[in-house]
């Protein structure tokens, strides 16, 4: 897979590149980034990327041109063109594997108030948001994207800390995580994990992953892929 990062600050994400997780999946060929300096596309010696509104107001607006040449340089023909903002649709674990279906991925970060809104018309096939609040640039959302989307890359996490029970991935939360040593402050491992009974241990996380989605985020449930065993425990963890 490919990602492209559009940004005016390529130190910040290059730095992130090359460590942890995302670091190997490079190193190793699964994933290959380039980061992208926008400046490199304005035409005046000053590399000017920003003007002031139409309309007055305060703060400064990313000028069109170097996106559009930006964009239209640096994307593939089947590229998927996605410009971070607080104004697209939420980033979630469905999302994510979408994203990661895609062979390459051009991630552009704004800055200042936001981009002129003709790129978005020109260029942009969909907004991201990583959340419900405003971030100064669109850096840090692109590594958020960059760093989930490469997890579900094959072969990118190893086959013991499989994705497939990480949390929302079934529409749970994942169960809790336990290592050396079996006693810290008088709080003991739970048994069974202890008993190499390897059926009972599967119980035990399916109760917990069951428990800990009805406790921390009961509104999962409703979309979660649940069988009438879920349902039984469930209804058990809920005292009925
Ligand atoms: N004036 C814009 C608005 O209120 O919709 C916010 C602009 S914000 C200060 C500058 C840039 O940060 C945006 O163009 C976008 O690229 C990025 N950004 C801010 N919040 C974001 C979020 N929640 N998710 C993704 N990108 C975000």
């Known amino acids: 897979m490919q990602i492209k990062i559009v940004t005016i600050f390529p130190e910040l994400v290059e730095s992130f590149l090359g460590a942890s997780l995302v670091g190997k999946a490079i190193a190793a060929g699964k994933l290959a980034v380039e980061v992208v300096d926008l400046r490199s596309f304005a035409r005046d010696r000053h590399r000017t990327v920003d003007d002031v509104p139409y309309g007055g107001g305060g703060g400064m607006v990313m000028k069109a041109g170097p996106w559009l040449r930006a964009l239209r340089s640096v994307a593939g023909p089947d590229a998927r063109r996605v410009l971070l903002s607080p104004q697209g649709a939420r980033l979630d674990e469905r999302k994510v594997v979408e994203l990661a279906g895609w062979g390459e991925l051009v991630l552009m970060c704004g800055r200042y108030e936001g981009v002129d809104e003709r790129v978005r018309d020109l260029v942009v096939d969909e907004e991201l948001s990583i959340g ?34 990480d949390s929302f991935r079934r529409g749970l939360l994942d169960y809790p995580h ?8 008088g709080r003991e491992v739970p048994e069974v994990l202890l008993s190499g009974d390897h059926a009972a241990v599967a119980a035990w ?33 809920r005292g009925e």
């Open 132 to 165: 419900d609040y405003v971030l100064a640039g669109g850096e840090v959302a692109a590594m958020v994207v960059v760093e989930t989307v490469s997890r579900q890359l094959p072969g990118v996490v190893g086959l013991g800390d499989s994705v497939e029970n």
């Open 178 to 185: 336990f290592t050396r040593p079996r006693e810290i402050e």
């Open 205 to 237: 996380r399916r109760r917990e992953a069951l428990r800990a989605t009805l406790e921390k985020r009961p509104d999962l449930l409703a979309g979660a892929a649940l069988d009438d065993e879920d349902r039984r425990i469930l209804a058990a963890l």
